[in-house]
């Protein structure tokens, strides 16, 4: 019999049953939740007779629990990020690897993005503290900013980028500028932006938005020397990955009050607690992870996992597969370019 593990999601299938009702008719489906740190050989035998997993943000699965485990078949992440499998370990075990599309949630976490970066601009929580916490007369000095004609940069203009760059330009008519080394100006242009440096970006914006994936390239792209190029002031969106800003830099950079806000969806190190020194900054919004929790963008989610898996189990190549090059060398669902 097929199994199908959902491996620390606490969110697939939890709002739309009749998913899961879908995969049971082919599989049978159970939920593990595993320590975020757990890897490895532990991760293999953990994992031992499941064919499908579902995969969260958590845990890592790395070339030694492929080399222990040989009963998956496909590890579908339930999110864009890929960033916890090792690809080539992946494809050198004939493992297929899928990610949900990015068009799936593109507009909510772009929603959300613009939503953390209006908190900022008229310092939405801080108001709403104040009111709750009786200084109403707080008013007059909670002053924000027009967002009309001010320039904002999109880093990364892949699908949520680019509808962010779509909102702020066309829905605010602010200035867009774009970094993003695979883009053409002309595709830039398409949706709104201004292809520049990096350096340029970070120099002329009021408001920072990230949306890259995280890589070897893009750990911590946000460090020290990144955020002294920055506006005094500046407001930085992080909904894609926390590990894109370097924290310790971030938090000297508030501490000397060169960043104005700073609104994330996403933190290094996640889950955090309440204890966490960026929230002991009254500048700072931290959302848990929600940037995908809206019932269109969790329903597409889900889908397009249930979409994959069900592809591997007719003999399709699956939708969302990141390492195509698995076709080439054989998969373990016996699956090809043919």
């Known amino acids: 019999m097929r199994r199908i593990a959902i491996v620390n999601s606490r969110t697939f299938g939890v709002r739309f049953p009749d ?15 595993v320590d975020r740190g757990l890897r490895g050989k532990a991760l293999a035998e953990k994992l031992r007779g499941i064919h499908f997993i579902v995969a969260s943000v958590t845990p890592y699965y790395d070339r030694e629990f492929f080399e222990n ?44 993005a613009v939503a953390l970066a209006l908190s900022a601009v008229r310092m939405v929580c801080n108001a709403s503290k104040a009111v709750r916490e009786g200084r109403w007369g707080d008013r007059s000095r909670i002053v924000g900013f027009n967002i009309r004609g001010k320039t904002v940069g999109i880093i990364g203009l892949g699908n949520i980028g680019s509808r962010v760059a779509e909102i702020f330009s066309r829905g605010f008519n602010a200035k867009v500028l774009t970094y993003d080394p695979y883009i053409s100006p002309e595709k830039a242009r398409e949706h709104g932006a201004e292809l520049v440096s990096l350096e340029e970006l ?31 002031g500046v407001i930085i969106v992080n909904t894609a990955r926390g590990e894109l800003v370097d924290t310790n830099a971030l938090i000297k950079a508030l501490k000397a009050g060169k960043v104005g806000y700073a609104v994330f969806d996403v933190v290094e190190g996640e889950p955090i607690g309440a204890d966490h020194p960026l929230l002991k900054f009254e500048n700072v919004i931290v959302t848990p992870h929600i940037g995908a929790n809206t019932i269109e963008g969790l329903r597409g ?26 076709l080439d060398k054989g998969t373990r669902a016996g699956l090809s370019k043919n």
């Open 19 to 33: 998913l899961i009702d879908r995969l049971k008719e082919y599989a049978e489906v159970e939920k593990i939740f």
């Open 69 to 112: 485990n040989s009963d998956v078949v496909l590890i579908a992440r339930h999110g864009i990020g890929v960033d916890n499998v090792d690809l080539e370990a992946a494809t050198e075990h004939g493992v297929l690897v899928t990610r949900v599309p990015g068009y799936r949630e593109r507009d909510a976490v772009a929603e959300l």
């Open 202 to 232: 970070l120099r002329e914006s009021h408001i920072i938005s990230l949306h890259v994936p995280l890589t070897p390239e893009t750990y911590h792209m946000i460090g020290d020397k990144e955020l002294q190029l920055m506006r005094d």
């Open 301 to 326: 989610m889900d889908e397009s996992v249930v979409e994959a898996i069900l592809d591997v189990i007719n003999g399709k190549t699956p939708v969302g597969l990141v390492n195509t090059e698995v």
